[in-house]
């Protein structure tokens, strides 16, 4: 399966700042999702970033608070915008190199808004 | 309704046990499934794909019942090592974007 560096591992920030997470994957991907899980909760899916157009988003996610980067097939970014307490969560990138059979995730952004 | 449910747990049970997990899942187009395993505070693992004619690794046997909508995951002989959170994972119809139910603790008592 596919190695992903996920950076930065965790961070500490002050509301209305924005931070960008970056994921680098060791092989060629199509796709790349990011996720987010709260607190005591599980993963859901902020939206699929494809390589040469805009991030697919999923209900409840937009652009201009989350946006995401594709540049190549091997990264992407994701930025969590104008950032309040209820942003703290972790963030997880995401790639499915084995088709049917699974997906691999990154280590995971654990961030905290002050 | 969500698209996928579990029961949240917390499953505590003794080493040697054998303790079953179900998921239901409210799409009926839904085609792939997976149990994932999450550590705490470390990033979700594939345990074990799901396939229509169930599987079995080892201790962990998956199986899935397309008519009730529903899958499961069977441990036995239970150990220490096995305690985390169980996420269930389906596909949701043919695209390729998967969805998490919430998990199921499983705790491993000595």
């Known amino acids: 399966s596919a190695v992903i560096s996920q950076k930065p591992s965790r961070d500490i920030c002050q509301r209305g700042t924005s931070l960008t997470i970056q994921c680098q994957v060791d092989s060629q991907v199509t796709m790349m999702f990011w996720y987010r899980q709260q607190p005591g909760q599980s993963l859901t899916l902020i939206a699929t970033a494809n390589q040469g157009s805009e991030a697919t988003y999923e209900s409840g996610f937009v652009i201009d608070k989350f946006p995401i980067s594709r540049p190549n097939l091997t990264f992407s970014t994701l930025t969590v915008s104008n950032m309040s307490p209820e942003d703290s969560s972790i963030y997880l990138c995401?790639?499915?190199?084995?088709?049917?059979?699974?997906?691999?995730f990154g280590s995971g952004t654990r961030l905290t808004v002050v | 309704r969500k698209e996928v449910e579990q029961d949240p747990g917390p499953f505590n049970v003794p080493e040697g046990a054998t303790v079953a997990f179900n998921c239901t899942y409210s799409?009926?187009?839904?085609?792939?499934f997976f149990w994932y395993r999450q550590d705490c505070r470390k990033e979700p693992k594939l345990l074990m794909s799901?396939?229509?004619s169930g599987n079995e690794d080892g201790r962990f046997t998956a199986q899935l019942n397309r008519a009730s909508q529903y899958i499961s995951l069977l441990i036995r002989d239970s150990k220490l090592s096995d305690s985390a959170t169980y996420l269930c994972v389906v596909n949701i119809g043919s695209g390729n974007q998967f969805y998490f139910g919430t998990g199921t603790s499983l705790t491993v008592i000595p």
């Open positions: 799409n009926s187009a839904s085609q792939s």
């Open positions: 799901v396939y229509s």
């Open positions: 995401s790639v499915d190199t084995e088709g049917v059979y699974g997906y691999t």
